[in-house]
């Protein structure tokens, strides 16, 4: 039986799955499949077992609303005011972290956020991603030294 009210859930873990929504979906969506995410917890949460990891369970259903947004948003066009002459090149970035996050391959970005941002050991993250462990920490580290290598730290040094 579990002991813990969901607003106590809630207070604790949300700020966490805001990140992770924000780091795998970008800053616009972010806000809504968190909701969705604790949505789809109060419910679930009355038949969560008492030995449950509840970070790892919330960053599962994350993990799926933003798979929901992602495929939601494949399917519908995005209007663009003139199509450019010629394709932009890949300059610096504009300092923005979520940008640089949202520009790495969607198998690093969610290992980074699940890692990083969540705190999930790599073998949850193969848990829910349905990878190996091996996979989950290699897609961490490349998207972190992408990140290092693209959006350097000031004053880091090697």
């Not at 349905?130 to 490349?142: E, H, L, M, P, W």
């Not at 992408?146 to 730290?153: E, G, K, Q, S, V």
């Amino acid at each position: 039986m579990i002991v813990k009210p969901f607003e106590q859930v809630v207070t604790e873990h949300g700020p966490m799955v805001l990140r992770v929504c924000r780091a795998v979906l970008g800053p616009a969506d972010a806000e809504d499949a968190w909701s969705e995410t604790f949505l789809a917890a109060l419910k679930a949460y009355p038949e969560l077992p008492a030995e449950a990891n509840v970070q790892a369970w919330l960053v599962t259903i994350a993990h799926r609303k933003a798979i929901d947004v992602t495929r939601a948003q494949a399917r519908v066009p995005v209007p663009v005011g003139e199509i450019p002459d010629r394709p932009g090149g890949a300059g610096p970035l504009d300092g923005d972290l979520w940008d640089a996050l949202a520009r790495l391959p969607d198998k690093q970005r969610v290992a980074v956020a699940y890692h990083y941002l969540a705190g999930l050991p790599y073998a949850e993250i193969a848990e829910i991603t349905g990878g190996s462990v091996d996979a989950a920490r290699r897609a961490a580290a490349d998207g972190v030294k992408t990140l290092r290598a693209t959006y350097p730290l000031e004053g880091a040094h090697s």
